[in-house]
């Protein structure tokens, strides 16, 4: 029996759609297709797939309404495929709670390693309880079992990739995680435009922590990376 987690793939080119298939399979994936919208919530919803693979291009409903759609119910990491390269449209995808972009043509190898983050998360979740629940430093929380963030104990707003980074930086409180590292764990694989996408994620997100009375949470280590700074006097590496 294939115990291997569901991928659900959304994509109305058949050859795209094969091309996926015949990769996943390739691998050991088990997967179900869908070729357009509506087949694609229906999956999500009565097959609970680990990690959607998505399409924005439907010929009956734009991808952004259907990532809008699947987040009432559920967390399940969203990597976009699309030809649509622009800034915009990823930003657009991102801040409707998809967790990746990734740009047609793409190449096998960063696909599964894009997929390979995403099951990475889903693991990292799943077995959350064996570590504490709530991450507490200084005026921060973050309740990982229900995905919220908060500062003063106000619900602060979130991005996917944003609170991702959070979470990456708070388990790795007092240690320097290097550009590389953190767009390796976030995005799978990347290229060195990427740093620039990482400085404006980093930088809204550190806005979003930011109160009038206490230190940077987030510290910038110029050419190097970014460190999660301890708010309350206890040793860096505490738990």
Not at 119 to 146: C, F, K, P, Q, W
Not at 165 to 186: D, F, Q
Not at 195 to 222: D, N, W
């Amino acid at each position: 029996m294939n115990n291997k987690p569901l991928i659900l793939v959304v994509e109305d080119d058949a050859a795209v759609r094969s091309l996926m298939a015949v990769t996943l399979d390739t691998q050991g994936y088990r997967y179900h297709l869908a070729r357009n919208g509506a087949e694609a919530l229906i999956e999500a919803s009565t097959q609970q797939p680990a990690v959607m693979l998505l399409d924005l291009g439907l010929p009956d409903m734009e991808g952004v309404d259907i990532i809008r759609k699947v987040r009432d119910w559920t967390v399940m990491p969203i990597i976009v495929i699309s030809a649509r390269s622009e800034d915009a449209d990823k930003v657009e995808a991102l801040d409707a709670g998809a967790d990746d972009y990734l740009t047609k043509p793409f190449s096998v190898d960063e696909l599964l390693a894009r997929l390979r983050v995403a099951l990475r998360r889903v693991n990292a979740e799943t077995s959350a309880g064996g570590e504490s629940a709530v991450y507490e430093n200084g005026g921060l929380r973050i309740d990982y079992a229900a995905g919220c963030a908060y500062i003063a104990d106000q619900e602060i707003h979130l991005t996917p990739i944003e609170y991702r980074l959070l979470c990456l930086l708070a388990r790795n409180t007092g240690k320097v995680l290097t550009h590389n590292y953190i767009l390796k764990e976030i995005w799978g694989s990347y290229t060195a435009s990427d740093v620039g996408s990482l400085r404006v994620f980093m930088a809204t997100l550190r806005k979003k922590l930011q109160t009038g009375g206490e230190q940077p949470y987030i510290q910038t280590h110029i050419g190097i990376g970014y460190r999660m700074l301890r708010q309350d006097g206890k040793p860096e590496d505490a738990p």
